[in-house]
């Protein structure tokens, strides 16, 4: 749980999750989506859930910090 | 003169319940929805287990290959005829310069009850395993436009999944493939794909080729004084 809001915690949650995000981009690009559409679907899906979640998150923790 | 079709039942009949055995070698002979080996001039081969698929000046190949046990089980055994007989009317569709293959045991009627146990599968795996084919998204459909020699396979090929396609869109999917076999002499399954399946995997090539297009637009350069570099997203062919 992360109880104190640090620009490092972002970073490091943004470097592993656009690494997973990358993967996942770069897989579902790399063949033709009738080859196995639900392995598409599910690729593209994660890959908006992280993005999601991490722009998100970070919205949530920069809130009101600027004026701080 | 084609025999008369009540005539020709009652026939079937008596030699089903007398001589089934050494009849039913006689009746594969004569009637015209049974199996026959792969010969020369034909555009859809049915070839059998030790049988080679014909090599004459084809300028495409198109494999049926069921590797799937689902297709294999009895109540999908109706939609393995309609696959059958959609693949006889492709082959008769796509002209002399292209072939559609379809795998059997043995030389046995379409309309057998047991259709899926002359399926020859393990011809079937094998190709599968070779190109790297899911069997639960099989039955495929294989398009080579090099000869589908089994020791040595074709790394270019384009492959269809029939496996979750209704018999509507099948045939939807076949037709267009017709249409490019015959007039352009090969497939673009960019374009084929775009009208065949539903609307979620029609919706997720589109996401595709959109991602694709953007990725393609931009590149990265860095040029300092002793080191300089360029990075292209891609190359469009």
Known sequence: MVRRWHYGKLIILWSWGGLAAAILLTQFMAQPVAKSPLTHLLEIAFFLIIVASLSALTWYWLGGKESG | ?237
């Open chain 2, 1 to 237: 003169m084609r025999p008369n079709p009540s005539f020709l039942r009652a026939t079937r009949r008596f030699l089903g319940r007398c001589l089934r055995p050494l009849c039913a070698l006689v009746v594969s002979a004569s009637a015209d929805n049974f199996v026959a080996p792969a010969t020369s001039a034909q555009d859809a081969a049915m070839v059998l287990t030790t049988g080679e698929i014909p090599k004459q000046d084809y300028k495409t190949w198109s494999l049926f290959l069921v590797c799937n046990p689902a297709w294999l089980s009895t109540d999908k055994s109706k939609d393995l005829f309609s696959l059958y007989q959609q693949f006889q009317n492709f082959g008769r569709t796509i002209g002399n310069d292209h072939l559609a293959v379809w795998f059997w045991k043995a030389s046995k009627s379409a309309y057998d009850s047991n259709l899926a146990a002359n399926v020859d599968v393990e011809r079937s795996t094998r190709f599968c395993k070779a190109l790297q084919l899911k069997p639960s998204e099989s039955p495929q459909i294989v398009i080579m436009a090099s000869y589908p020699d089994e020791s040595d396979l074709p790394k270019d090929f384009a492959v269809f999944q029939l496996g979750l396609m209704s018999p509507t869109d099948i045939s939807g999917l076949l037709a267009k493939l017709s249409d490019q076999l015959l007039l352009t002499g090969k497939v673009d399954p960019a374009q084929v794909t775009d009208v065949s399946g539903r609307l979620w995997i029609r919706l997720l090539s589109a996401a595709q080729q959109v991602i694709g297009n953007f990725s393609c637009a931009w590149s990265l350069k860095i040029a300092t004084g002793v080191f300089s570099a360029e990075l292209h997203s891609c190359q469009k062919q």
